[in-house]
C-alpha cells in the first residue's frame, strides 16, 4: 500500500523550484551543454542546491541532485533528512534523476519523500517510492 506524499507548503515548493532554476545557472558543463539544478528541502526548513559539475575525463562527473546531496551533507552534517527534492534545466528537457541519484537519495529521504521535477513540458510530482521502488538497502543485503 503506497504512503501519501508529504505535504509541502505552498511557499516551500515555490522557494524549492525557484532555488532549483537559480542554482541551475552555476552548472560547468561544457560537455553536454545541459544545465541541471537540483533544490533539497530538509526536514526543518532548510534549503540547499547545487549544479552538475563536469569533467574531461566524463565519468568524473556529477549530477546536480548528487552535488545537492552532499553539500547538504556537509553543510548540515550526517543526520540530514530530505522531504523534498526539486530538479529544474536550462535546457526546457524533461529531467528526472537518474538512477544513480536516486540511490543516493533513497539513503535520506523517506519513501513517501517528493521529487519534482519537468517532463514532456510540465511539472511531475512523484513520490521517492514511486521513482525508485526496492532500492539497494545494506541492511537486507547482510
Ligand atoms: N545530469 C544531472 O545533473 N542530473 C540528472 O538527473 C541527469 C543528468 C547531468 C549530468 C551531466 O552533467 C549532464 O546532466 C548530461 O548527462
Known sequence: MPSSP???????RA??????RQIAQHAYSPYSGFRVGAALLLEGGDIVSAANVENAS???SICA?????????AQHGPKIRISAVAV???NDASSSPCGACRQVLSEFMPPEGV????FDGTLQSRTLAELFPLGFDLAHAE
Open 15 to 20: 522557494e524549492l523550484l525557484h532555488a532549483a
Open 88 to 90: 529544474s534545466n536550462l
Open 115 to 118: 521529487i519534482l521535477f519537468p
Open 6 to 12: 508529504i505535504m509541502i507548503s505552498p511557499a516551500h
Open 58 to 60: 566524463y565519468g568524473l
Open 65 to 73: 541532485e548528487r552535488a545537492a546531496v552532499f553539500a547538504a551533507i
